[in-house]
């Protein structure tokens, strides 16, 4: 088998190994059909069990409601960023909490649409290091939106607010890190590339009453309704994305515990690298404020900041790529999500040790 390095990039991330070589054996000859299942017809047979097979254990796994729908989708984030306010727009008027890059994107594309963006909190005048406080959210709004994850800052909401009007979640960086409380939810949003999967499929969950606020205007292919009413198939969906997170979910339920499972290996996993972080904060100095660590990209700077290309240069010198931070924040990322192992993780702990030895 080839070398398999520790990859802590941001996203495309990292991949369960156990995935990736079943994918492998499966690739020519699926099931014993003779061909790969990207040559087969997304109405076919075989196809249509390995839909639902994800479907059910998405729904099973992450206990989503039989009041909401799962759609697969596709254009990431990015392309929800439209949709919502497509799709919910009714007064025009809607909540954004600003906590970083993806937020702000967000928000632009409501603007576009000639949304009223209430901005309710944001945390833009500390370089976004921490969760802001959010007040009461008014109930004339047409949704709030919220990143719960911010992959660039490295801050992570630990709860969720209770709205009196649908909330809106982009969950990309987080997805099925940990259990979803959806009391407080009426859609959820997640690109697959960093937790469950690889890029080219999105996961939209909706509470199904919000199909009712659709326009007739709104073109066909835009709208959630769409691909509620024809299980995610009204054009051909990304088959093979699907069939791997399929393979990803049954990897959470197997061999991991469940999402309580993967909950508590994310945070062993963080608190190894941020143990060192809090043991030398003269040395290390992280961006997040401790209330609001993410358990997904954990993000620091070298208070010599001519020792954070050095520490870059020599980590992928001993197996470990994608640690260099965005340049928003500058320094060091480490991408944690769920199928980084605990090795990778006190690895690089310990060569975080070995540094402060070599550089205090």
């Known amino acids: 088998m080839a070398k398999r390095i520790f990859n802590f990039s941001a996203g ?37 069990a390995v839909y639902k097979d994800s479907i059910e254990r998405l729904r099973r796994i992450a206990a989503i409601p039989d009041d909401f729908d799962i759609l697969y989708m596709t254009g990431g984030a990015s392309t929800q960023f439209t949709l919502i306010p497509l799709n919910l727009k009714q007064s025009g008027k809607a909540g954004y909490i600003n906590t970083g890059a993806w937020s702000k994107k967000a928000m632009g594309q409501a603007k576009i649409l000639n949304m009223a963006v209430n901005e309710l909190a944001s945390s833009a005048e500390s370089n976004h290091n921490h969760i802001p406080q959010i007040p009461a959210i008014p109930a004339d709004l047409d949704y709030v939106h919220l990143t719960s994850n911010n992959t660039i800052f490295g801050t992570q909401f630990s709860d969720f607010p209770q709205s009196p009007v649908p909330l809106c979640v982009d969950m990309s960086s987080d997805f099925l890190s940990r259990p979803i409380d959806w009391s407080k939810m009426s859609l959820v949003y997640a690109g697959m590339q960093k937790n469950a999967g690889p890029a080219g499929v999105t996961v939209v969950i909706l509470r199904k009453d919000l199909y009712a606020r659709e326009s007739a205007e709104t073109p066909t292919i835009w ?48 608190q190894a690298i941020y143990n060192v972080i809090d043991q030398y904060p003269d040395f290390f100095v992280g961006h997040a404020r401790k209330d609001s660590r993410s358990l997904m990209n954990i993000t620091w700077n070298y208070a010599n900041a001519d020792l954070n290309p050095v520490f870059v240069q020599e980590s992928e010198a001993n197996g470990m790529s994608g640690l260099k931070g965005h340049r928003s924040v500058g ?20 060569r975080m040790l070995a540094f402060h030895k070599q550089h205090a």
């Not at 990292?14 to 997304?42: C, I, K, N, R, Y």
């Not at 069939?243 to 993967?262: A, C, S």
Request: proline share 4%; with cysteine.
């Open 331 to 350: 320094g060091l990322r480490a991408s944690i999500y769920n199928a980084m192992s605990l090795a990778g993780c006190e690895e690089l702990a310990q």
């Open 12 to 48: 495309p991330a990292t991949l369960p190994l156990s995935v990736l070589e079943q994918v492998q054996a499966e690739l020519l000859d699926f099931q014993g059909s003779g061909m790969s299942l990207m040559e087969m017809s997304h109405r076919g047979k075989i196809f249509d």
């Open 223 to 270: 709208r959630y309704s769409t691909f509620g009413e024809n299980e995610s198939m009204y054009n051909t969906p990304p088959t093979f994305q699907i069939y791997i997170f399929g393979l990803i979910l049954k990897w959470i339920e197997d061999e991991m515990g469940g999402l309580q499972g993967v909950a508590a290996h994310n945070q062993k996993k963080a």
